[in-house]
């Protein structure tokens, strides 16, 4: 995943600024369990990116599942025990997630954590659980018995051995937080990218829009099907080429169907969102790589300024008619414009 993300980092930016000549200035760092760059294109002084960067580290020790203190550890570890206090800002996720557990029917919920750990997908002991392991998570997984106060800012997870799990939209979430301050620093024109979160601001300095490459999902990192033209917006995907292992032909990926405990297979192979805030862009890749295209077809026609792009197994394309790409692997081919 770092190579990957560090390669298509690479690739916007050499693509989008070779020719521009102008003052710019990059920092990466590994955070969020991913590779996190920020690049500024018209002041590139430390003070901005110091800030960025500590944002995150604290948007990271609040939500992250791999840190015993964060405030989900500490919800996770007194489920079916007792409510749990948390900062108010990851309140205010777990509630933006709830949120799109329930537009999304439950294909994007939060409670994924026992799938998350019995998978542990990306990690050493990845393996294919046993169907009994399956069959004894799914009661655990269920968005409604997550029980918010808001008074209080405490949450509870109902039944013992639930876990929240925040990374469908947490880097959604760093990455709205970090243009915050780009902007509050004066910055007009940058591109931040959180493991594949990315965000555009501005424009390239003779006034053309960015290109942001859609990731080729069965070749290496790095390699685009083309390219999306935009400016002040946030792109995200949702991939089986992000987090997977392979087993007897198969595919096992990171983005799980939560009614079946298993990865999400519906002829998806992405989904890519643009919009304004990138937390939304976040969960909503999330939700209609799991619901698939029929069904996230019918969500986006209710999100006006949302924007989907689809990638199939068969190699087409179906993207929403706002989107200004430019297909560049013609072994894919644009099948509708909805
Ligand atoms: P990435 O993290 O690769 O950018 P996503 O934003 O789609 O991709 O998030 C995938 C992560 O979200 C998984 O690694 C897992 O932690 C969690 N997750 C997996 N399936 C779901 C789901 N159905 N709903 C919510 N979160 C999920
Ligand atoms: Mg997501």
Known sequence: MKTFNIIIFTVIISL??????????SHTEFALGTVC??????QSEKSIYNEVFSR???????????IPSSDISRVNAAAGTEPV???????KVIERALYYAEFSGGAFDLTVGPLVSLWGIGKEEQRIPLRQEILDALPLINWRNVELDRQKKSVFLK???MSLDLGAIAKGYAADEAVKIIKRGG???????LGGNIVVLGEKKDGSLWNVGIQNPDKNRGDVIGFLQLTEKTIVT???YERFFEENNQRYHHLFDPSRGYPAKNGLLSVTLITDISMDADALST??????????????????GTEAFFVFEDRSIIMTDGINFTLTDKTFYIKNIL
Request: hydrophobic residues 45%; aromatic residues 8%; contains cysteine.
């Open 85 to 91: 206090i948390v900062h108010e800002e990851t309140f």
């Open 56 to 66: 995150i580290r604290e948007i990271e020790n609040l939500m992250s599942v791999n």
């Open 159 to 161: 039944i013992k051995g």
């Open 37 to 42: 760059s920020v690049t500024l294109f018209e």
């Open 238 to 240: 949702s991939g089986v």
């Open 287 to 304: 939700a209609l790589f799991v619901l698939g295209y029929e069904e996230g077809k019918k969500l986006i026609a209710s999100l006006p």
């Open 16 to 25: 989008c600024f070779i020719s521009c000549g102008q003052k710019q200035s």
């Open 187 to 193: 910055v007009k024109r940058a591109i931040i990218d």
